[in-house]
Structures are given as C-alpha cells and as structure tokens.
C-alpha cells in the first residue's frame, strides 16, 4: 500500500512539474539576417567598406594601360599590364582583406558585436525583429555559431521559447550552416525559417570570376546594358543621358554583329590576364573572404581553388582558407537541401522567396537566364526552369510537362516551379531588384509568419507568382505577359534598332552643331 501511494504521489508530483511547462503559451520572436555589404570600420574606427574606389589616377595613366595591353597582345606578356591593374584596384582593399586565413585578424569588422545588438527593429512585422549585425566577410560557419549564441540572447531578453529566422541572401547561407550544424537543442527552439533571394546555391557571377569561367556573351551585354545596368547596384552613378546613348550604342552594333567581334577580342584579353591580374586581385579582396566563396556553385569550387591558389605554394601559404571553403562546401553546401527537408518532417515550416524579370550580370554562362539583376531565379528558388531573360519558355516544355505540373508554371509562363525542391512553399516576386528590399514584400512574409500552414494556395491575395508595384509600394498576384516583359527579335525588333541609332546620331549632331555637347 505504502508503494502505491509513494507511486501516485510521485506521478502527481511530476505531473504538476511538467504540464505546466508543456501547455505554456508559446511565445516566438524573429530574428533578421541581411546580406553582405554594411559598413565596415578598422580597429579605430574608420570606415573601411562603404566607399567608393578611386579610379581618378586610371585618366591620366589611360594611354600607358592601353600601350601595356597592346605590348602584352604582341609579345604575350601581360606582366606589366597586370601589375598596373593590380596596382590600381587592390589598395583600396588593403584595409578590408582579411588575413591568409580568412580572419579579422587586425580587429577590423562591424563597429560591435552582434552580441552586443539585442535590439528589436523594423516594426512592419507583427513584433518587429531582432538584426542580427555580423561581420559578413567571415566564414559562414562561424557567424552561424554565433548566430547560436545570439538566439540564446533574444530568448533571455524576451522569455520567448520559439524563434523565426529570415535570411536574405548571405543570411540564407549562415541559416543553411546553422541548420547543418546547430545542436538538436538549439533547432528545436526554430518555429519558421524564410530564405529570402538566398545565394546556398551560388551567385553565377561570383562563381565566373573565382573559377576563372568568365564567359562574355554579347546577347547577355545587350541584355544587361538595356534592361539591367540602370537597376543594378553594383555599378552606379550613371546619367541618363549617358545610359540611353550606351544602351542605343550596344543595341546597334549588337544588330549589325560588331559587338560580338569587339566581345571576342575583349574574352581573348580575359583569358590573357585571367590567371595573372584578375586571380591576384582577388585573392586580396573578395577571395579573402570566406563567406564569398560560400557563394562560388557547388561545381566549381574546386576549379576555383585551383584557380585562386594556382601553385603549390599558395596552397601551403593559404591552407587555413582552404580549409574553410571545402568545410563549409562540404558540409553545409551540398546537404542544404536534404538538410531543409529533413527539418520540415520534423515539424519546421521553411519558405522560399524568389525574384525575377531582370536581365543578369553578363559574366558567366548562365547569363542569359532570368534573375533578379544579381542571382538566377534558378538558384534562388532551389532549382525552378526558367525561360531566358526577355522569353517565354517554348511551347514543347509546357507542353511536356505533367497536367499536375502546369499549376506551377507562373501566368506569364517565364517560370517552373514544380522543379524546386518544396514547390508548395516557394514565391516568386516579379520586377523587384535584388538590391531592393522595401515594405511591400515584408506583408507576405508577415503572413508566413502568422499563418499555422501557409502554402501558395492558402491566401488569394499571396498565390505563388507576385508583381510589384515600385509605385505604390504592394504585391499583385501575377496575371500574364506585361508590355515590356518579352523583348522582340524579330524584323520589327531590328527595325526599332535601327531607328533609334538612326535618332541617336542626329541627336548627337545637333548638340554638336548647337554646342549643347562638351566633348574636349
């Protein structure tokens, strides 16, 4: 008797202890990754990332650039040719290279700590989020230990038991290590993860130059000067007036086959250089990062190795940047996808955000795809076909496709979704920029984060393909083809060309004859 009482007063005892805590109210906080290119300071404090290079010195040195590149092309050596152009562009990144480990070795980085940064910000989400304000030069495994600590953090701060991640480019990158390598403990507090535009499965252009694939297509060039230069943050600061005499340029020497002649003397001079100028220039700038190499297609990483670190010796000498690469590569890279997967069966919601309908950096081969001006569609989304940029895909694929598939195929028929890896959890944000992030997209993603089970099909207003409106600041569903979205090849097209240069060249006389143009 004494037994079964000791026994019932037991079970009480751990019943009282325990249902409380297992019907607790659950409380979720959201916390923010954003992608690479926030300021950076040295140790005392200057600013070291956020300024412009100085390329002033390029206009009085030109004709002696031009002499080397000529000398180079005659007698086949470019050493002097690299030297000045090394010596041009790498100081401005002497302060912000890391060391021939891939470390911060000289205390230079974000001006604290993200773990001195527990604040809440960016009330458009229910909540608001907590910013997590890394170092986005250091390796990608690394920020997601401290991403680790940094959850540990909010938690304290707030009592909430559950955490929602979103991370947008090479914050998608540190949440694939994080669920790669996190402890069971630590992801079982992870409600909802958002990979928002994420660069897991590379940045094609990054990819190009550090494997040394650089691959310049005139179709892409004409692409990209046209539809995509003015958008694309990356090169800034040109005036109209500029832009729409370049783009009527390239559109007419595209049409009469000049461009792709002046395009293959130019990927000859590449390829000169490439091993030399381009592979030393990077491996003291972008290529002492490890989170950009994060961003090389799992195919190529090896190449790139090879390519960046070509001898023997600068293997041994950059072996701990070696090491870092093929980890993350290794471990986190190609398991990102069965790694997600494994993480929804149990019970984690994931959703993917895509964008498109902007012409891509015409670098790689890969080029000539759909993209948001900086990655392809392709990769962002985890595997969707995509027509080429300005096309539709052709009546055979749709065609092909299995009658269960063609709910995925966007209305403008640009896009397949059925081939990304959770097609049900994937969107597609038509006509935003990658570089763009404003408030209109944070409503779809505040949806995500409400709802108990949102899918494509759970909301009208948020079905799988969104267009935005730069004006009024809002996601429409998707209707079909716009003005605009396929861009003419044919005789009419070529016509319009022709027309343009046409009234490009008389505009130019006349500024010439009025003194409208200061050209000395």
């Known amino acids: 008797m004494k037994k079964i009482i000791a026994i019932l007063l037991t079970v009480t005892m751990l019943v009282t202890v325990f249902v409380p805590a297992v019907i607790a109210e659950e409380k979720c906080v959201n916390i923010y990754l954003k992608g690479y290119g926030h300021a950076l300071y040295s140790a005392d404090g200057e600013q070291i990332y956020g300024v412009d290079l100085d390329l002033s010195s390029l206009e009085d040195t030109l004709d002696e650039f031009l002499v080397e590149l000529g000398m180079g092309k005659l007698t086949g050596d470019f050493g002097p040719y690299c030297d000045r152009l090394y010596d041009l562009i790498a100081p401005a990144y002497a302060k912000l290279k890391l060391d021939k480990n891939g470390e911060a070795t000289d205390g230079s980085g974000r001006d604290k700590s993200p773990l001195e940064k527990v604040y809440v910000t960016n009330e458009s989400w229910t909540g608001g989020y907590y ?18 600590q940094y959850i540990d953090l909010v938690l304290a701060k707030t009592g909430a038991n559950k955490v929602n991640l979103i991370g947008r480019c090479l914050g998608g990158n540190i949440i694939s290590a994080y669920l790669e390598n996190a402890p069971e403990e630590s ?27 650089i691959v310049l297509n005139d179709k892409a060039l004409d692409n990209f000067v046209e539809y995509g230069l003015a958008d694309n943050d990356l090169i800034g600061g040109i005036e109209d007036d500029t832009m729409e005499a370049l783009v009527t340029i390239v559109n007419f020497v595209n049409e009469v086959r000049v461009l792709g002649f002046g395009l293959d003397v130019l990927q ?35 190449d790139a190795i090879e390519f960046i670190y070509s001898t023997d010796e600068l293997k041994a000498e950059y072996a701990g940047m070696i090491e870092k690469i093929r980890s993350y590569h290794e471990n986190v890279q190609v398991n990102a996808r069965s790694t997600m997967l494994e993480h929804i069966k149990n019970g984690m919601d994931i959703m993917v955000i895509s964008k498109y309908n902007f012409a891509n950096l015409p670098l790689s081969e890969d080029a000539l795809l759909q993209s948001d001006g900086t990655a392809t569609t392709t990769a962002t989304s985890f595997g969707a076909v995509t027509a080429n940029f300005g096309e539709t895909l052709s009546d055979e694929y749709i065609a092909s496709m299995a009658e269960e598939d063609l709910r995925y195929l966007s209305p403008d028929n640009m896009i397949d979704a059925s081939t990304c890896f959770i097609p049900e959890k994937t969107w597609f944000i038509k006509n935003l920029y990658h570089g763009d992030f404003p408030y209109g997209p944070d409503y779809l993603i505040d949806a995500f984060l409400l709802a108990e089970d949102m899918t494509i099909n759970t909301y009208e207003e948020y079905p799988q393909y969104l267009d935005y409106d730069e004006e009024t600041d809002t996601l429409s569903p998707v209707e079909g083809i716009d003005d605009g979205d396929i861009h003419d090849t044919g005789i009419a097209g070529k016509i319009s060309v022709f027309a343009k240069f046409i009234k490009f060249i008389f505009d130019l006389i006349k500024k010439l004859l009025g003194g409208g143009l200061d050209l000395f």
């Open 131 to 148: 910013y997590f304000d890394y170092d986005w030069r250091l390796s990608i495994e690394y920020n997601a230990e401290l991403l680790d």
């Open 187 to 213: 992801l079982a507090r992870i409600k909802k993860v958002v990979m928002y535009i994420p660069s897991t499965d590379g940045v094609d252009f990054i990819s190009a130059l550090f494997s040394g694939k």
């Open 268 to 302: 000859s001079i590449v390829d000169d250089i490439k091993g030399d100028a381009i592979a030393r220039i990077l491996r003291d700038s972008y290529a002492s990062f490890p989170s950009f190499w994060a961003m090389v297609n799992e195919d190529d990483v090896e």
